[in-house]
T-cell receptor, first 113, second 110 residues
Framework: SAVISQKPSRDICQRGTSLTIQCQVDSQVTMMFWYRQQPGQSLTLIATANQGSEATYESGFVIDKFPISRPNLTFSTLTVSNMSPEDSSIYLCSVSATGETQYFGPGTRLLVL | RKEVEQDPGPFNVPEGATVAFNCTYSNSASQSFFWYRQDCRKEPKLLMS???SGNEDGRFTAQLNRASQYISLLIRDSKLSDSATYLC???????????FGTGTLLAVQP
């Protein structure tokens, strides 16, 4: 499976600021996704990062709050904008080469004060 | 009805025990099914895919019953290192959207 890294691994931010999370894969992959895992809960898909076009967002998530870029087949960013304490969560990217099985990055732990 | 439903546990079992987890899903059109394992403060890792014919990987056996929309995971001869949260995951539709269950916590005791 691909080696996936995320930066930063963790951060503590002030409310009202924005944080950009990077996801890097060591090989080209067909699909990249961004998930959120809130404390004590399971994973929820935020959006599918599409290479060369706008991301596809799930219900309850919007581009103004979570802008996503995917400039090539190995890299994507997720920005959490105008943060509030409710955004405190783990943010995970996942990748899929086949379009079926997904592998996850190590996650970014975000705490918003 | 929840999209993917699991018993949250915890399941506390002694080493060497056999333990089974169940999962139900609501979308009859779902095509792919997985079990992921998540250790505390770590990302989910794929344990195994689940096929209609059932599949086995060492001490782990997964079964799918499409008619009942039911997935199971059996762990034989439990090890301390099996302690983790086990996530039932369903590939929801042709867009490759994964829906995660809330997970079942397993604690294997010495």
């Amino acid at each position: 499976s691909a080696v996936i890294s995320q930066k930063p691994s963790r951060d503590i931010c002030q409310r009202g600021t924005s944080l950009t999370i990077q996801c890097q894969v060591d090989s080209q992959v067909t699909m990249m996704f961004w998930y959120r895992q809130q404390p004590g809960q399971s994973l929820t898909l935020i959006a599918t990062a599409n290479q060369g076009s706008e991301a596809t967002y799930e219900s309850g998530f919007v581009i103004d709050k979570f802008p996503i870029s995917r400039p090539n087949l190995t890299f994507s960013t997720l920005t959490v904008s105008n943060m509030s304490p409710e955004d405190s969560s783990i943010y995970l990217c996942s990748v899929s080469a086949t379009g079926e099985t997904q592998y996850f990055g190590p996650g970014t732990r975000l705490l918003v004060l | 009805r929840k999209e993917v439903e699991q018993d949250p546990g915890p399941f506390n079992v002694p080493e060497g025990a056999t333990v089974a987890f169940n999962c139900t899903y609501s979308n009859s059109a779902s095509q792919s099914f997985f079990w992921y394992r998540q250790d505390c403060r770590k990302e989910p890792k794929l344990l195994m895919s689940v096929y209609s014919s059932g599949n086995e990987d060492g001490r782990f056996t997964a079964q799918l019953n499409r008619a009942s929309q039911y997935i199971s995971l059996l762990i034989r001869d439990s090890k301390l290192s099996d302690s983790a949260t086990y996530l039932c995951v369903v590939n929801w539709d042709a867009t490759n959207k994964l829906i995660f269950g809330t997970g079942t916590l397993l604690a294997v005791q010495p």
